[in-house]
């Protein structure tokens, strides 16, 4: 099993007498991508805050690398994690290779050490390019290399597709989990977007209104996200009563069923087409985000 690297027990941050985030616990194991899923304002950058000192919890405890987060242990604890936490700060004016000669300048690490996080990245090509000619996707790629150019052992990253086009975020999605997998760096990531933390993650911790509302794998979260199989037909009224047992509903123009799987869909189609129905289409949906949150609040 793969040491826990990150650790809260009732992490709480209040802000004019209001819980932002509430009682949230977090077990974020090592080498793994660790996705943070919750909409927009539910208290993911709130959060992440807390866990670099960059705001005060109100109650609660941060362990990260066996460390607890205090002011003994802050700065040591910082010098292994890299992090991008909203706007991604670099100097426009100044190329990619000089952003990241600043860095190992600050860091005092040793003159060319950062190069190769360029290269990481896919940006060695465009080194000596300024930074106000890169696209938006090379932006927050070369964010990721100046976080990287520490060697951390933690990387965390708010919403770092969020605004880039398909390409830019396949580019993301696949660096993110190179970092993990493959150079052992555990990396938490905070999404609104459930298609694309489903893409990158291992694990999965989803917080709605500032309380967790789920933690698990990705799989264990699959389980508990009920899918819907979607069929239209040239007649869905005797499709139904074809179909009672399995309590079917007629949204639309379509039969919906819940909870199906391959087989029983399967027997499902094959019901229809033996008492002489055409299929025109069979869709499996699974729920939405805001469909999940439903279930794991109980309707709240």
């Known amino acids: 099993m793969s040491k826990t690297v990150i650790k809260t027990n009732g992490l709480t941050k209040q ?14 194991k090592k080498g793994r991508v660790y996705g ?8 993911k950058t709130t959060t992440m805050k807390m866990l670099l000192g960059l705001t005060k919890p109100t109650n609660g405890s941060i362990e990260i690398l066996g460390m607890p987060m205090n002011k003994e242990f802050k700065n040591k604890i910082l010098t292994k994690v ?18 990241i000669e600043l860095i190992e300048r600050m860091l005092e690490l040793p003159e060319g050490s950062g190069l190769e996080m360029l290269k990481l990245v896919s940006l060695e090509d465009a080194k000596d390019k300024k930074v106000n000619d890169y696209s938006l996707g090379m932006k927050q790629r070369l964010a990721i290399a100046m976080a990287l150019v520490r060697n951390p052992e933690v990387l965390i990253l708010d919403e770092p597709t969020n605004g880039l086009d398909p390409a830019g975020t396949r580019q993301i999605r696949e660096l993110i989990i190179d970092l993990a997998h493959e150079r052992g760096i555990t990396v938490m990531v905070s999404s609104h977007l459930l298609s694309e933390i489903e893409k990158i993650a291992d694990d999965i911790g989803i917080i709605n209104k500032g309380n967790m509302v789920f933690e698990g794998t990705a799989d264990e979260l699959d389980k508990i996200r009920k899918n819907q199989t979607i069929i239209r037909t040239n007649n869905n009224g005797i499709g139904v009563q074809l179909l009672q047992e399995l309590d079917p509903k007629i949204v639309k123009d379509s039969i919906i069923l819940d909870n199906l799987d391959d087989l ?5 189609v094959k019901t229809l087409v033996l008492n002489g129905l055409k299929i025109y289409s069979v869709v499996e949906q699974k729920k939405s985000l805001e469909d999940l949150f439903l279930d794991l609040t109980g309707g709240k």
């Not at 004019?16 to 974020?28: A, P, Q, R």
């Not at 991008?84 to 290779?97: A, D, F, M, R």
């Open 15 to 28: 802000y004019d007498g209001l819980n932002k985030v509430n009682d949230v616990v977090l077990n974020i």
């Open 36 to 43: 943070f899923l919750g909409p927009n304002g539910a208290g």
């Open 82 to 99: 890299g992090n991008i936490i909203e706007n991604p700060s670099y100097y426009g004016h100044l190329t990619g290779q000089e952003n």
């Open 264 to 268: 029983r869909r399967a027997a499902v």
